[in-house]
Nanobody
Framework: QVQLVESGGGLVQPGDSLRLSCAASGGAFSRYAMGWFRQAPGKEREFVASVNRIAAWTKYADFVKGRFTISRDNVKNTVYLQMNSLKPEDTATYYC????????????????????WGQGTQVTVSS
C-alpha cells in the first residue's frame, strides 16, 4: 500500500510559478510510474504529466507543454511538478498518483492506469 501526500499548492497571480511535491511512503517508490492530474470544479479529472519509473521519460498534456516540468527523486521518494507561467485556467486541485507499472518504459496518462492517489493540493491562479 502506497501513501501519497501532496504539498506546495497555494494562491498565486497569473505568470507566477509554483512547485508541487508529492511524498510517497509504504512501497518501493522506484517500482511506480508517477503522474499528476488536476480537477477543476464541475470538470472531470484530467491528465497533466507523468514520468516513468527511472525518470528517463516524461509525458505532458498539450496545455502544459513548455510551462510545467515533472521530475522525481527516487532517493527522496518524491515526485515534483514545477509549474511556470501559471494561468487562471490552471486553477484546480492537483493530485499525484502512482501506477504499478510493469514496464520500466511505461508513462501512463489515464486515471484508470493508476493504483494509488493522494488527497490533492489546491492551486488557485487569480489576480
Amino acid at each position: 500500500q502506497v501513501q501519497l501526500v501532496e504539498s506546495g499548492g497555494g494562491l498565486v497571480q497569473p505568470g507566477d510559478s509554483l512547485r508541487l511535491s508529492c511524498a510517497a511512503s509504504g512501497g518501493a517508490f522506484s517500482r511506480y510510474a508517477m503522474g499528476w492530474f488536476r480537477q477543476a470544479p464541475g470538470k472531470e479529472r484530467e491528465f497533466v504529466a507523468s514520468v516513468n519509473r527511472i525518470a528517463a521519460w516524461t509525458k505532458y498534456a498539450d496545455f502544459v507543454k513548455g510551462r510545467f516540468t515533472i521530475s522525481r527523486d527516487n532517493v527522496k521518494n518524491t515526485v515534483y511538478l514545477q509549474m511556470n507561467s501559471l494561468k487562471p485556467e490552471d486553477t484546480a486541485t492537483y493530485y499525484c498518483a502512482a501506477a504499478a507499472a510493469a514496464n520500466v518504459y511505461d508513462i501512463p496518462a489515464l486515471p484508470r492506469e493508476y493504483d494509488y492517489w493522494g488527497q490533492g493540493t489546491q492551486v488557485t491562479v487569480s489576480s
